[in-house]
C-alpha cells in the first residue's frame, strides 16, 4: 500500500494544520463571532465537517485496502486531499478577511493589572481547572495571574469593554452591581448593600483616577503594565475620596 502512507501524511499534516488555524481564527472572534461579522459560516464547523469526510475516507481505505487497485488508491487519495485544500484555503481567506475588517488591523497581546476589594479585603479570581491555565474566554482572559490578557483578533473595541471580560470569566459587571467568581467561591456586591455595618457603594479607579462608566470602560492597547490600565475596583462603606486608589495598597 505505498499510497496510504502519503493519505496518512496529508491527513496528520496539513489537515491537523488546519484545525490549529480554524482554533486559533475561532479564538480571535470570540465576542464578534465570524458569522455576525463576515456573513459566512464558522471556520471550526468547515473544520470538523472535513474531519468527518476525511476521517470516513481513511477508514474505508484502510478497511479495504487489500482489495484497492492503484487507480482507486488515487481516487481515494484525491478525495482526501481536495476536502483538505477547500477548509485550508478557506481558512486562510476568512482569517485574512477577518484581519482586514477588524478594529484591530490583526491579531494583538495586551495586559491590563485588576484587583478587586471588598470591605477592605482583598479578592483574587478563581484559578483555571484546565489544562490551559486560563480562565475566562480566549479573547479575554486570566491565567492565575490577576491580569486581563487580551489575545487575538479584536473586531470591536467593544469586545474588549471590562464588562465583557467578567461576562468571560463567568461572572457580571455594572456600575450597580459586580458578580465574581472567586477563589472563595462566587462573590457579589451590590450599592446599598451592607458593608462593615455601613451601606457600600461600588466604586472604580483606572491608573489612579475615578472611571464613572465602569463596565464600558475599554482596556487600552498596551502589552506591558503601565502604560497598561491598572484597574482598582472598590465596593466600600467609605466617601470616595477616602478611598485609595492605588494597586498593592489597602483602599
Known amino acids: 500500500m505505498r499510497l496510504m ?58 478497511l479495504f485496502r487489500k482489495k484497492f487497485r492503484e487507480r482507486h488508491k488515487k481516487i481515494i487519495f484525491t478525495l482526501i486531499a481536495v476536502p483538505i485544500a477547500f477548509s485550508t484555503l478557506y481558512l486562510v481567506g ?43 474566554e480566549p479573547l479575554m482572559h486570566l491565567h492565575d495571574d490577576d491580569r486581563i490578557h487580551v489575545e487575538g483578533v479584536v ?17 457580571s459587571f455594572t456600575p450597580e452591581s459586580i458578580t465574581m467568581p472567586t477563589t472563595a467561591g462566587v462573590k457579589k456586591w451590590s450599592n446599598n448593600d451592607l458593608c462593615n455595618g455601613k451601606m457600600g457603594f461600588l466604586y472604580m479607579f483606572v491608573n489612579g483616577r ?16 503601565p502604560p497598561g490600565d491598572r484597574i ?3 465596593f466600600s462603606e467609605k466617601p470616595v475620596d477616602k478611598i485609595n486608589p492605588n494597586l498593592a495598597e489597602a483602599p
Open 5 to 62: 502512507a502519503p493519505v496518512a501524511a496529508v491527513f496528520a499534516g496539513i489537515f491537523l494544520s488546519a484545525a490549529a488555524s480554524a482554533h486559533g481564527v475561532e479564538e480571535a472572534a470570540k465576542q464578534s463571532t465570524i458569522e455576525s461579522v463576515l456573513g459566512v459560516p464558522d471556520p471550526l464547523n468547515v473544520v470538523l465537517a472535513t474531519s468527518v469526510v476525511v476521517g470516513f475516507l481513511v477508514f474505508f481505505s484502510l
Open 94 to 136: 476568512v482569517t485574512l478577511a477577518l484581519n482586514s475588517v477588524s478594529a484591530t488591523g490583526g491579531p494583538v497581546h495586551w495586559h491590563a493589572d485588576i484587583e478587586v476589594w471588598a470591605c477592605g479585603q482583598l479578592y483574587h479570581f478563581a484559578h483555571s481547572q484546565g489544562w490551559d491555565n486560563k480562565v475566562g
Open 155 to 171: 473586531v470591536k473595541m467593544q469586545d474588549v469593554e471590562l464588562g465583557e471580560f467578567f461576562n468571560s470569566v463567568g461572572g
Open 210 to 225: 475615578l472611571e464613572a462608566k465602569m463596565d464600558e470602560h475599554i482596556i487600552s492597547p498596551y502589552g506591558n503594565v
Open 232 to 234: 482598582k475596583i472598590v
